[in-house]
Structure formats: C-alpha cells, structure tokens
C-alpha cells in the first residue's frame, strides 16, 4: 500500500488544526498538527517528502519567520501560507519570500486542497530530479571515499547559487571533472560550458575580447595563475559587477592560499572565492577510491576493446590501493588501460616525485603525515574507531586525542 502523503499544519488555534486535519484526513493525507511551530521546524527531515501549512499570525513565532526558517532549512519545501488580515501586497511579498501559495481566510476547502496537491506534486518532482542527479553523479563521478561523498553533496548545493568556485589540486585529481558536473548539475539554468586553458600569460585586453563574446553560461578557467594582475582585475569587476549570467570556475594546481601569498592572486580575487574552494584531494589520500576507479576503467576498455575482463586478485588490489599515484586518476586510468591488454605497470613504473614541502618544519611534517595516515583510516573504516585503532594499533582514548589535535570528526567518515 503506498505511504499517505505528510502534511505538517502549524496554527496556535487548536480548533482550527482540529478542522484542517479532519479536512486532510478524509482526502486521505496523514496530516501532523502543530501549535507550537519550533516544533514544526525541529520535526523536518532532510529530503522530507510533505508540505507545509502554517497561519501567518502566531504569538512566539510568525508564519513570515517560520517560512524563513524552513528555507534556510531546505529552499525547496513548499510552504503554503494562510492568513485572515491577507490583501494583495501580502499575497505578493509572501510568494517573493518564496511561499508557495498565500491563502486568505476563511480558508475555502478545495482551494487548500487544490494548493496542497500542487504543493506536493512539485516536491515530488524535486526530489524525483534530485535523486536521479546523485545516481547519475554515483556513476559518473566515482567512489566510495567519504571525501567524495561529500564532494558530490557539496556540488549539488552549490549548483543551487551561481557563486564563483576554485578549484584546485594536483593534475589528474578530477578538477575539470568537478567542474564540469557542476555545470552538469546547474543545467537548464546554464546552457553552455567553455573551457579557456592559460598556457602563459594572459592580459586584460585578451581577457576582455574573451569575455565580450560570451553571453551566458560556465566559463571554466584552467591555469588561473597566468592571468596578469590587470586580467584579475577585470575578471573581479566581472565577477562583482557585470550584468552577466556567467559563472566563473577557476582551476589551478595551486591553492588561492598559495596563489594570495606567492602575490599571484590579487586579494579581491582571492576574496571572490574564498567561500567556495574545493581541493580535488590527491588518489593517495583517498584510497577508497582506488578500486572503484580502476574496476570502472578496466570494463570500460575491456567493452572498447571487445575483450574479456581479465582477472583481479585480492592482493592486486592491495597492491594497487598501497600504490602512491603521482599522476592521480589519469595514472591509474592508463593502468586499467593497460592491465585489460595484459601489460602489468610495475611499482618504479609510477616515477613517484616527493610532494614539494617548501617551509615546513620537521615536526609540521611529522603532523601533516599523521594527520594524513589517521584520515585514511578513518575513510577506510568508515569512522568506526574501534576499528581504526585496532588497525593503527594504539588505544582507542590516544586515537580520539590525535583526532582532536588535526580537528577530525568521526562523522564525516560515516557511509
Ligand atoms: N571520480 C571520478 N570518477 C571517474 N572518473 C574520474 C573521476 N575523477 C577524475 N576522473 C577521470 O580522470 C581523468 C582526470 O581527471 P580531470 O581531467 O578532471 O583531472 P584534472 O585535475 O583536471 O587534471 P588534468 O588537467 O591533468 O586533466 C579524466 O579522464 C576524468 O574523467
């Protein structure tokens, strides 16, 4: 039998929630009554699939807040508004704050019941949409890290704003991929997407003619290091200013951090993205991707090249996660590529150059790698912490210390 719809009814009149539920009741809704609407609020789930009706005057806490509130919760929860002092600049201001409907007092039976099923047609379309983008995000942008996870989540909410991002991180960690699932995720509202690598300098003047002949859309910049200080300045005033639906994606090897410091990042630059930064973190600092990817491009050559999938043993795979991918995702790529025509990749094979760890000190480094073999594991056993330290051999209290000292939460390792 499928799950009545919910309806969450918030309205300090306990007579007047009575009648609404006994309305919602019969249409066959599982209505939840509410005089209290922190309680309204605090109740909503994540994804929740209902709507919500609240009265607009209520003493502790008004619709107008409570509209708010859920919207800084979810902005896609249709709320719909019920008031007896309504007119029209009301009506008006209610839906430019993003209710869904506005109904006046004395509420007409249908007309709520018309709203509410419109209501509730629209959030199943945006949850329908929404789950659909993650699994196609599950297959497309691959793995079981906790990292990606959460880059994938991150990704769908930025894709709600048009904010500027960096991105950045070693070759062949996904930047362009990211940044171009994110333009994949913002789609209708961004109908093209252009790449413009900078493989040297690049003025304002050239800057600008760029910029001139595009109207609307993604504009990923690769190498935003080679910009000239006058081109950032443009492309700040851009960013800032010009009248234009371009979202702006930088992409770089290097942090904005390093970028600020090294002065090849001018601050106003800098400070346009400094909210919305994403580090493509390198394959040897997500080892629970390791497999994923290399199974996924072995099958894909296998199915290119019409050939059968070769075996794969467990202690390969170890092998493999153990490896330190200097040339991240594209490395183990051409590895897959290359098992599936039987060339086995040695480890010296890999050229593994030591990270530059210009200006820190010993003990800087010595945190930095502890931090790193504390964080793997945690991905590894996501978050279990008896687990962990049974593996990283030491007691489960020293564990908890040494991730309260590099600020790690067992949460974020979670499935
Ligand atoms: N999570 C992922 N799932 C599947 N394929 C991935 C994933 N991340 C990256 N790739 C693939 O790995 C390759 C390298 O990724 P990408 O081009 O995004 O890297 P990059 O950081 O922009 O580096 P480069 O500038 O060298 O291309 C691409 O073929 C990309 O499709």
Same mark, same amino acid.
């Given at each position: 039998m499928a799950e009545k719809e919910q309806i969450f009814l918030v309205d300090d009149d306990q007579d007047v929630l009575d009648a609404y539920c006994a309305l919602l009741e019969m249409e066959g809704y599982a209505p939840q009554a509410f005089t209290d609407p922190?309680?309204?609020?605090?109740?909503?789930? =994540?994804?929740? =699939?209902?709507?919500?009706v609240s009265d607009i005057y209520m003493p502790?806490?008004?619709?107008? !807040?409570?509209? !708010?509130?859920?919207?800084d919760k979810d902005k896609h929860l249709p709320v719909i508004l019920i008031t007896g002092h309504g007119d029209v600049p009301m009506a008006i201001e209610a839906m430019q704050q993003g209710a869904f409907y506005f109904i006046e007092k004395p509420v007409e039976p249908e007309r709520l019941l018309t709203q509410i099923r419109q209501a509730l047609l629209q959030?199943?379309?945006?949850?329908?949409?929404?789950?659909s983008q993650q699994q196609e995000l599950e297959l497309q942008f691959i793995g079981r890290s906790s990292w990606i996870k959460q880059l994938r989540a991150y990704? !769908?909410?930025?894709?709600?704003?048009?904010?500027p991002v960096f991105i950045f991180g070693q070759p062949g960690s996904g930047r362009s991929l990211t940044a171009r699932y994110l333009y994949k995720l913002s789609q209708p509202r961004f109908s093209t997407c252009k790449t413009l690598e900078?493989?040297?300098d690049y003025d304002d003047e050239q800057l600008q003619q760029y910029l001139a002949g595009l109207a609307e859309g993604v504009l990923i910049i690769k190498n935003i290091e080679h910009l000239s200080e006058a081109a950032q300045k443009v492309l700040t005033q851009y960013i800032h200013y010009a009248d234009s639906k371009l979202r702006i994606i930088a992409l770089s090897r290097y942090s904005p951090q390093q970028l600020l410091t090294e002065s090849k990042l001018l601050p106003e630059l800098f400070y346009a993205f400094s909210l919305t930064c994403i580090e493509c973190i390198p394959l040897s600092r997500r080892p629970a991707d390791i497999e994923v990817l290399f199974r996924h491009y072995l099958e894909l050559t296998c199915r290119k090249l019409n050939k059968r999938k070769p075996q794969i043993n467990a202690d390969f795979i170890k092998k493999l996660t153990a490896q330190p991918w200097p040339g991240n995702i594209t490395q183990l790529i051409h590895t897959a590529e290359l098992y599936a025509v039987g060339v086995r990749v040695r480890n010296e094979d890999l050229h593994f150059i030591p990270e530059r760890q210009d200006g820190l000190s010993l003990d800087n480094r010595i945190d930095e790698y502890e931090k790193k073999v504390i964080t793997d594991v945690l991905d590894m056993f996501q978050g279990k912490i008896n687990d962990a330290a049974a593996y990283l051999q030491i007691p489960r209290k020293k564990l908890y210390l040494r991730m309260k000292k590099y600020a790690l939460n067992k949460a974020d390792y979670k499935e």
């Open positions: 922190q309680q309204a609020l605090d109740a909503l789930e =994540p994804d929740w =699939p209902g709507v919500v502790v806490l008004s619709g107008w !807040q409570l509209l !708010q509130d859920i919207r959030r199943r379309r945006y949850l329908s949409l929404k789950s990704l !769908q909410q930025l894709a709600e704003t048009d904010l900078l493989l040297s």
